[in-house]
């Protein structure tokens, strides 16, 4: 789904077994069209997007065939391609897929194609850091915040600027689990859309990847543990993915839903009034949240000309010139800051979401790379033997650190 800013990563060692055959060389693509792969099936001939890449590959000087795939399938068509050398000449894909596919060999660097990354903000292109190059643009960003049902609160006596840290947001929950309705609810299932939701507390407490089992990170986990103990939040969190955690807070019977961007149109729709406060850090301020969204890359070619033009191609589908209306329509913050004044400007209430972006992080970035998936597991396993009692979160958190350190 294209509105959800996660997929479950293949392996790195799946990754760069398939990748490798394609670095050698492989078969030069068949004469024809250049052709854009992206996961946006939602948009037809018809749409902003589809002109925008009909526009770039005009102005580069070639007819552009645009093929789109579902967010997982395209993964795996891409890597089926590279392996046969079918690649195709411009690809979008999801932000922790690019380093993958960079240490496979399957993408080339912008300095080796020229695309232009200087208007990207440098905490969103960080995602695309690999071997110190950078392999893409982003089109766009989505993350995470708190929805809040303002109904709920004012009925509780929260006021809703008064959360600022997480002691006042669980005096905040104290107020409307006292008030007879229901506290927070989030995702914590055990997939990558676990881990996601989770990273927020997670940095917001000062944690870091490298390290899962440090106090910090205990203290997030245990944050959340301690809802679920005193009922700010539902048992059900265990099993939600980000689309049965909205239709909890939809209900109107709770004061609080960590979710996306890409909620906006359902907020509206859902029948009470809402706003949105960025995710706070455990002492105060924004909490990093992490990226999602798609960057444009170059997949590697039978030609270094070949792989300018795409370089053109890419370049235009990102410039600020042409990236507001794919934002737009994407539910997008966007990556170039010109371009979110711009939203701002037409939509007030995108504010905060902007003001998250520019905190944001990719969960690829402090040189993770394809070492990513093999941290995530075993932290949404952690979350979850800490949520059901089968694990204290300090020990649930060691083991899986255990298991990151040992992973190959």
């Known amino acids: 789904m294209k509105r959800h800013p996660f997929i479950r990563l293949l392996s790195a060692a799946v990754a760069a077994t ?32 589809a002109k925008v890449v009909d526009k770039c590959g005009a102005e580069a000087g070639v007819k552009v065939t645009r093929q789109a795939f579902d967010t997982t399938d395209l993964t795996n068509k891409v890597l089926l391609a590279a392996q046969q050398g079918t690649a195709p000449n411009v690809l979008v894909v999801d932000n922790p897929v690019v380093s993958t596919l960079a240490e496979g060999g399957v993408l080339k660097s ?13 905490n969103l ?20 915040a708190l929805y809040y049902n303002k109904t709920v609160l004012t009925a509780a006596g929260v006021d809703p600027a008064s959360v600022r840290d997480w002691a006042s947001l669980d005096a905040a929950l104290a107020k409307v689990h006292a008030a007879g309705k229901k506290g927070i609810t989030f995702s914590a299932i055990g997939t990558e859309e676990g881990s996601f939701q989770f990273l927020p507390w997670f940095w917001g407490a000062g944690a870091n ?18 809802w679920l103990d005193k009922g700010y939040a539902p048992n059900s969190v265990i099993g939600n993915t980000q689309t049965t955690s909205w239709q909890e807070f939809a209900t109107g019977e709770y004061a609080f839903a960590e979710n996306g961007t890409w909620q906006l149109q359902n907020a509206k729709k859902a029948g009470f009034a809402y706003g949105v406060l960025a995710i706070p850090a455990r ?6 949240a992490p990226t999602g969204g798609e960057f444009v890359t170059v997949p590697a070619q039978s030609s270094p000309d ?11 589908l990102t410039s600020p010139a042409n990236v507001l209306d794919s934002d737009t329509a994407l539910t997008y913050v966007s990556a170039v800051p010109s371009v979110q004044e711009k939203q701002v400007a037409a939509q007030p209430e995108l504010k905060v979401w902007v003001d998250a972006v520019k905190v944001a992080k990719g969960r690829t970035g402090d040189n993770l790379g394809t070492r990513y998936p093999r941290i995530s597991e075993p932290l949404w396993g952690a979350v ?24 190959k």
């Open 18 to 49: 398939t990748l490798a055959a394609c670095s050698s060389g492989g078969t030069a693509p068949a004469a024809g069209p250049f052709t854009v792969w992206d996961p946006y099936p939602q948009f037809d001939a018809s749409s902003a997007w």
């Open 209 to 226: 990847l490298t390290d899962l089992a440090t106090p910090a990170a205990t203290s997030a986990l245990a944050q959340w543990k301690s």
């Open 384 to 407: 979850q033997a800490a949520l059901t009692g089968a694990k204290a979160p300090d020990a649930a958190l060691a083991a899986a650190q255990a298991t990151a350190a040992s992973a």
């Open 125 to 144: 292109l960080a995602a695309a850091e690999a071997k110190g190059q950078t392999y893409g643009v982003p089109i766009g960003a989505n993350t995470l």
């Open 283 to 288: 002492t105060g301020g924004a909490a990093p």
């Open 306 to 316: 070949t792989e300018k033009t795409a370089g053109k191609i890419a370049s235009c």
């Open 110 to 122: 912008n300095a080796d194609t020229g695309l232009d990354a200087a208007q990207a903000a440098p």
